[in-house]
C-alpha cells in the first residue's frame, strides 16, 4: 500500500522559512516523479513544483522560483520542499504526490493527506 505523509507545516511570519517532508512508502520510486501542490481556500489546487526521483531532473512554477527548493534523500525515501521568503499568499495546505510517469505534467497517480502552512503579514 502507497502511503506519502506531509509533515513540517506551521505558522510562519513573512519573510521566513520552512522545510516539508514527505516521507513515501510501500514501492519503489525510482521512475516516479514527486509533485508537490498546494491549494489555498477557496481556490484551485496548483502546482508548486515537481522532482524526478530517477534524475533529480526539477520543475518549478514561476511563483516559487527563487525561494522554494525541491531535494530528495533516495535513502530515507522522502522528498522535501525547503520554502524560503514566505509570503502570506503562499499560506494553503500543501500536498505531497506521485506520478509513476517521468516529466511534472499529468495525472498523478497517489496523494499525501496535506500539511497547513500559514505565513502571517
Known amino acids: 500500500q502507497v502511503q506519502l505523509v506531509e509533515s513540517g507545516g506551521g505558522l510562519v511570519q513573512a519573510g521566513g522559512s520552512l522545510r516539508l517532508s514527505c516521507a513515501a512508502s510501500g514501492r519503489t520510486f525510482s521512475s516516479y516523479t514527486m509533485g508537490w501542490f498546494h491549494q489555498a481556500p477557496g481556490k484551485e489546487r496548483e502546482f508548486v513544483g515537481a522532482?524526478?526521483?530517477?534524475?533529480?531532473?526539477?520543475y518549478y512554477a514561476d511563483s516559487v522560483k527563487g525561494r522554494f527548493t525541491i531535494s530528495r534523500d533516495n535513502a530515507k525515501n522522502t522528498v522535501y520542499l525547503q520554502m524560503n521568503s514566505l509570503k502570506p499568499e503562499d499560506t494553503a495546505v500543501y500536498y505531497c504526490a506521485a506520478r509513476k510517469e517521468l516529466g511534472y505534467v499529468g495525472l498523478y497517480d497517489y496523494w499525501g493527506q496535506g500539511t497547513q502552512v500559514t505565513v502571517s503579514s
Open positions: 522532482i524526478s526521483w530517477s534524475d533529480g531532473r526539477l
